[in-house]
């Protein structure tokens, strides 16, 4: 399903002739020879910042893993690679791998890596104005003001769609009535319609919404990745997927991934301008000042710790009912394993 559109090899050598060592976390220990762990990604952007600095600060190498990423088109592409054995580990939104388990899939969840809904919402700053809006503006004003404006999304039953139409149920709204919503695809095009005026706003994550309020004068809305809508705060956005008889059958590696996501998060929070230097080469074509913004805006959003929490599955689940329309029939505490963070949680420094 879906084509590969880039390919990241994060393939590394190990130093000198000597083979790493590492103690297993379930118990033995002795000498673990470098594993190749092929991660299905569905995108490139700010979602995945524990994971780029895991790679750029050898995290993975030193936990004796070998990171190949593929970046797909979307993430029913990502996990589908997974289900079909050709990638390992999923990094994407929890919803898709429930509607997979759902479906009787084996898959479960076993880290998390963003703790926040991180679709932004950016109206354009003549529209900000004329409606009174200022930075001093209550999260409740700004919200009444999407009532009547025509907002850009990607497409029917995407992350920008479904946020929208939560937001007008918890307005009381009717989506189809009280805003516009107009599918647009991709980030490149919602800009250049926000640029040309076509559209009132945007909803999109971080660099595209970023880019709006820095280069064409926007209005940042909502930031839901600093937990401005309450209704999502601390939603589980992006989580680490795989097969239960992959997780089964390597306990060790499953942990040390964990691992060295952990450290990636603990950096982020820790010591965010080390952070920050190590992933600017996952942001090449990002002008500086974009990437500067984006960055402060998303860091609210990454947890400090893997653990997964059971509410946050729950919530996942009451989503995925409301905004789609269907209840899965699933027990939240079958979706999702902490065993290997918990494992993960002895090596850690």
Request: aromatic share 8%; with cysteine.
């Amino acid at each position: 399903m879906g084509s590969q559109i880039t390919k990241r090899s994060f393939l590394t050598t190990m130093a000198g002739a000597s083979a790493l060592s590492l103690p297993s976390l379930f118990g033995a220990t002795g000498a673990a020879a470098a594993d190749v762990v092929r991660f299905a990604q569905p995108s490139d952007g700010f979602l995945y910042l524990p994971i780029y600095i895991a790679r750029a600060k050898g995290f993975f190498e030193q936990e004796g893993i070998n990171a190949d990423v593929v970046v797909f088109k979307g993430g029913a592409a990502a996990l589908s690679a997974v289900i079909s054995n050709g990638s390992d580990v999923y990094i994407g939104v929890p919803a898709i791998g429930m509607n997979a388990i759902a479906q009787g899939q084996p898959v479960k969840m076993f880290a998390s890596v963003m703790t926040e809904y991180a679709s932004n919402i950016v109206i354009r700053g003549d529209v900000a104005k004329k409606l009174g809006l200022t930075d001093k503006s209550p999260v409740e004003q700004r919200l009444a003001a999407l009532k009547g404006l025509t907002i850009g999304i990607t497409g029917p039953g995407a992350a920008p769609d479904l946020l929208l139409r939560h937001i007008a149920k918890t307005m009381k709204w009717n989506p189809d009535r009280d805003f516009e919503m107009t599918p647009l695809g991709s980030g490149p095009n919602m800009l250049a319609a926000f640029s040309q005026k076509r559209i009132d706003g945007y909803c999109l994550s971080s660099p595209t919404s970023t880019t709006g309020v820095v280069k064409y004068d926007g209005y940042q809305l909502l930031n839901l990745s600093a937990g401005e809508y309450a209704p999502l705060k601390g939603f589980l956005y992006i989580s680490l997927i795989a097969k239960d008889p992959w997780l089964a059958a390597n306990p060790d590696r499953s942990a040390r991934i964990v691992r060295a996501l952990w450290r990636g998060q603990k950096l982020l929070r820790e010591n965010p301008a080390a952070a920050k230097e190590a992933v600017r080469g996952f942001f090449k074509g990002t002008e500086p000042a974009i990437f500067d913004a984006a960055w402060d805006e998303n860091l609210p959003a990454f947890p400090g710790a893997p653990q997964i929490a059971a509410d946050a599955i729950k919530a996942n689940l009451d989503f995925i009912a409301e905004m789609e329309g269907k209840k899965l029939a699933l027990d939240p505490m079958q979706t999702f394993t902490n065993a290997y963070a918990d494992a993960a949680a002895k090596g850690l420094s």
